[in-house]
């Protein structure tokens, strides 16, 4: 299936045929959901048989974490649902039908982020700064976004989660 008509489908609120995808790609989305098993099971059926999915997600690397982390998150970056263990996504694609599961855990370390082109680099922060000047609401985000707990990076991290079906 065409990206044009997937983007056409979905315009239409129609439900996608069944064994529709080779893969099924989700980056940082059914972590947000409140009813994560009901998308996995969506990425079952919308996946051929042979096919894979593959979830980049939030994920608590230390558990459980402090109430205030799950509150800053939930305020910060409006995480509604409940933030999984590596364990517990390894389980959510499981019970799901999923098998020849990977599961790859990583700790945040924004420090060992390297910038390939400086240009890149400098258009992100003067686009960021343009925005800060201009946008009261941007300005309250910042603010409240990097008033960072100090233990964040202890529990929190993401997953890489790859299933066959």
Do not use: C
Request: hydrophobic share 40%; no cysteine.
């Amino acid at each position: 299936m065409s990206l044009l008509s997937f983007k056409q489908r979905m315009h239409k609120s129609s439900p996608l045929k069944t064994t529709v995808f080779d893969v099924v790609i989700g980056e940082f989305i059914t972590g947000l959901l409140n009813d994560k098993r009901r998308a996995v099971d969506g990425y079952l059926r919308v996946t051929k048989p042979g096919g894979y999915i593959g979830l980049n997600e939030a994920t608590w690397v230390k558990s459980p974490p402090p109430r205030e982390l799950v509150e800053y998150l939930a305020n910060t970056f409006g995480v509604k649902g409940e933030i999984l263990t590596a364990d517990g996504w390894q389980n959510l694609l499981k019970n799901a039908g999923f098998g020849e599961l990977i599961v790859r855990e990583y700790k945040i370390d924004a420090l060992s982020n390297k910038w390939d082109d400086f240009k890149d680099f400098l258009g992100v922060w003067h686009r960021a700064l343009y925005m800060y000047i201009r946008s009261s609401a941007f300005r309250r985000f910042v603010n409240e976004a990097f008033s960072i707990p100090k233990n964040l990076v202890e529990y929190f991290g993401y997953g890489i989660y790859v299933g066959r079906r």
